[in-house]
T-cell receptor, first 113, second 117 residues
Framework: GDSVTQMEGPVTLSEEAFLTINCTYTATGYPSLFWYVQYPGEGLQLLLKATKADDKGSNKGFEATYRKETTSFHLEKGSVQVSDSAVYFCALGRSSNTGKLIFGQGTTLQVKP | GAGVSQSPSNKVTEKGKDVELRCDPI?????LYWYRQSLGQGLEFLIY????????KSGLPSDRFSAERTGGSVSTLTIQRTQQEDSAVYLC???????????????FGAGTRLSVL
């Protein structure tokens, strides 16, 4: 069945450092891929998405490219801020019939000033 | 409302009691989902409602769990005879189509934190 694997955290970075959070998936066909973020005390928010191979999702300085050949959707940001401290979830979904999302385990990011 | 609303935000109950958790989705969203977020298990899908179709209950962990969606809007997740392992944050999400026609953009509520003593 479908699955998502994320790099384990926590990840601790200094402000303005480069961020990469790895995400790989196992799925048949062409799922949609998502990154959700959960800030402390808040619910999950969609950060970015990509619906087909080679699509690049981007938002708030974060980017992720849907790589079919490596079944990956790594999250990157060139310069993190303290306000980016949160838990990041990679997820896989289908646009047809049952729309449930399959989530990775989540990666906690802590950015220090 | 503007977003997905869940109530209560926190619920403490005793083992063996029944609990009901409520979700009010975004107006106009036809799909509604329940997930559970617990330590060590991550985010698990529980149940999915789409319009008038039969719900996908494949993620419900036991027959103590049930959910209904009345009038295609508000949903209630019921846990009977709660156990300590039911302690988790229960998240509700709803979805519609975005401007690009992507159907699976799910918007989440803040969750209900359930603690079973």
């Amino acid at each position: 069945g479908d699955s998502v694997t994320q790099m384990e955290g926590p990840v601790t970075l200094s402000e303005e450092a480069f961020l990469t959070i790895n995400c790989t998936y196992t799925a048949t066909g062409y799922p949609s891929l998502f990154w959700y973020v959960q800030y402390p005390g808040e619910g999950l928010q969609l950060l970015l998405k990509a619906t087909k191979a080679d699509d690049k999702g981007s938002n708030k300085g974060f980017e992720a490219t849907y790589r079919k050949e490596t079944t990956s959707f790594h999250l990157e940001k060139g310069s993190v801020q303290v306000s980016d401290s949160a838990v990041y979830f990679c997820a896989l979904g289908r646009s047809s019939n049952t729309g449930k999302l399959i989530f990775g385990q989540g990666t906690t990011l802590q950015v220090k000033p | 409302g503007a977003g997905v609303s869940q109530s209560p935000s926190n619920k403490v109950t005793e083992k063996g009691k029944d609990v009901e958790l409520r979700c009010d989705p975004i107006s106009g969203h036809t799909a509604l989902y329940w997930y559970r977020q617990s330590l060590g298990q991550g985010l698990e899908f529980l149940i999915y409602f789409q319009g008038n179709s039969a719900p996908d209950k494949s993620g419900l962990p036991s027959d103590r769990f049930s959910a209904e969606r009345t009038g295609g809007s508000v949903s209630t997740l019921t846990i009977q005879r709660t156990q300590q392992e039911d302690s988790a944050v229960y998240l509700c999400a709803s979805s519609g189509e975005d401007r690009e026609g992507t159907k699976n953009i799910q918007y989440f509520g803040a969750g209900t934190r359930l603690s079973v003593l």
